[in-house]
C-alpha cells in the first residue's frame, strides 16, 4: 500500500489518480469499490480526464 499525504487536495487528487492509472495499466487493479460523498469528488474527476484524454480505459476493472 502506498500512502500519499498533501496538504492540497487538489494536488492530491491529481498524484492519486496518476496511481490509480498506473495501477489500471499494469493490471494490478481488476476490482474497485468506489466511495460515495464529496471527499473522492476532484479523483474522480482526474480520472474521468485521463480517461477523456485516452491515458485510461476501464473495460477491464469491474467497479462497484
Known sequence: MRILIENNYKLLSKKAAEHFKNLVKKKLMKTV???????????YKELVN????????FSNITGF
Open 50 to 57: 485521463l480517461y477523456k484524454n485516452g491515458e485510461v480505459d
Open 33 to 43: 469499490a468506489f466511495p460515495t460523498g464529496n471527499t473522492p469528488f476532484l479523483f
